[in-house]
């Protein structure tokens, strides 16, 4: 257990609806990464919180958008869901306490999405 | 820019054979991280080893072990005396001072290991 919590696990919706991926951090860390698992694209990084504030963007759609809250957890939305925006979405944790230090980042079990 | 190549897409051996993973990975910057992470059929992705580009000292880990060489941007994983556990998807990450230390993931090397 990474002590990393996403919810829900599996989630299956229609095209064109928007849906929640919610991650809680390992107690203590204050960054958060989400990424997303295709089959086609591998492991891509998304976004980047730390603290609350967002720190970097990778490969995010315009349609996806999240946010940190106060207590560190964060959110992933994301609309107007495509077929193609199945897949596995992943949130880590790590302690980074900023850009100064590197430490490995630990990686809940991952929510499935499948859009029909 | 920073990348990582995992040139295997799937490794079958048969259990208690040694097997290597190979890692090539390319960046600019001096500073930088090396990873691998296992994700098992169970979907989660659990870290292996961290290491940083100042120390190419090799590491053992029970049956893993780690080949860092910078001479040849490599961090390859040999696992010996393979058993069907280790049958696994397994990646192998870069993290830089210029890319924000945000991890880059390989496309992941299938491992799959017979009885």
């Known amino acids: 257990d990474s002590g990393v919590t996403q919810t829900p696990k599996h989630l299956i919706t229609a095209t064109g609806q928007r849906v929640t991926l919610r991650c809680s951090p390992r107690?203590?860390?204050?960054?958060v990464y989400w990424y997303q698992q295709s089959l086609d694209q591998g492991l891509q990084f998304l976004i980047h919180y730390y603290n609350g504030e967002e720190r970097a963007k990778g490969n995010i759609l315009e349609r996806f958008s999240a946010q940190q809250f106060p207590d560190l957890h964060s959110e992933l939305n994301l609309s107007s869901l495509e077929l193609g925006d199945s897949a596995l979405y992943f949130c880590?944790?790590?302690?980074?306490?900023?850009?100064?230090?590197?430490?490995?980042?630990?990686f809940g079990q991952g929510t499935r999405l499948t859009v029909v | 820019a920073q990348k990582v190549t995992q040139a295997q897409t799937e490794i079958s051996v048969v259990e208690k054979e040694d097997v290597t993973l190979d890692c090539v990975y390319e960046?600019?910057?001096?500073?930088?991280?090396l990873f691998w992470y296992k994700q098992p059929p169970s979907g989660e992705l659990v870290f292996l080893i961290r290491r940083n580009s100042f120390d190419e000292q090799n590491e053992i880990s029970g049956r893993y072990s780690w080949n860092f060489q910078k001479s040849t941007s490599s961090f390859n994983f040999t696992i010996t005396a393979s058993q069907v556990v280790d049958s696994a998807v397994y990646f192998c990450a870069l993290s830089t001072s210029g890319g924000s230390y945000i991890p880059t993931f390989g496309r992941g090397t299938s491992l799959i290991v017979h009885p």
């Open positions: 880590a944790s790590s302690v980074d306490p900023g850009l100064l230090r590197n430490t490995e980042a630990f």
């Open positions: 960046t600019r910057d001096t500073t930088y991280y």
């Open positions: 107690s203590g860390d204050l960054s």
